[in-house]
C-alpha cells in the first residue's frame, strides 16, 4: 500500500556532502512520520535524525551540527543533507514512514536503503 524509495547515496571523501532524498507514494491519506536511519556493518540500526512533533527536528549525537533533516510534505519527501561527513558515517541510510492510509489504517514502512561511503 505504501512505497518509500531513498536516493541520493554514493562515495564522497571525507568532508564532502551528500543530500539523500525520500518518497513516500501509494494509498496515503496522510503522513505521521518520515525519519531517517543508518545501519553500519557489525552494528544495530540507529536513529539519525527525526521529526517527534511539529517544528521540532532530533538528531543522533554524532551527527549533531552537521547533518539538517527537511520535509516538503506537498511532495510527500523528506531529506537529509550530511555535511563535514566523516568516514564513521559510512552505513546504510534508511528512511522510515508511518502513515494513515487511504483505508483509515497505520502503515509503518521502510525503504530499501542508500548506500553512503566516506572514503578517500
Do not use: H
Amino acid at each position: 500500500q505504501v512505497q518509500v524509495v531513498e536516493s541520493g547515496g554514493g562515495l564522497v571523501q571525507p568532508g564532502g556532502s551528500l543530500r539523500l532524498s525520500c518518497v513516500a507514494s501509494g494509498m496515503i491519506s496522510s503522513i505521521n512520520t518520515m525519519d531517517w536511519y543508518r545501519q553500519a556493518p557489525g552494528k544495530q540500526r540507529e536513529l539519525v535524525a527525526a521529526f517527534p512533533s511539529a517544528g521540532m527536528s532530533i538528531y543522533a549525537d554524532s551527527v549533531k551540527g552537521r547533518f539538517t533533516i527537511s520535509r516538503d510534505n506537498a511532495k510527500n519527501t523528506v531529506y537529509l543533507n550530511m555535511n563535514s561527513l566523516k568516514p564513521e558515517d559510512t552505513a546504510v541510510y534508511y528512511c522510515n514512514v508511518r502513515v494513515i492510509v487511504n483505508s483509515g489504517g497505520r502503515v509503518n514502512s521502510w525503504g530499501q536503503g542508500t548506500q553512503v561511503t566516506v572514503s578517500s
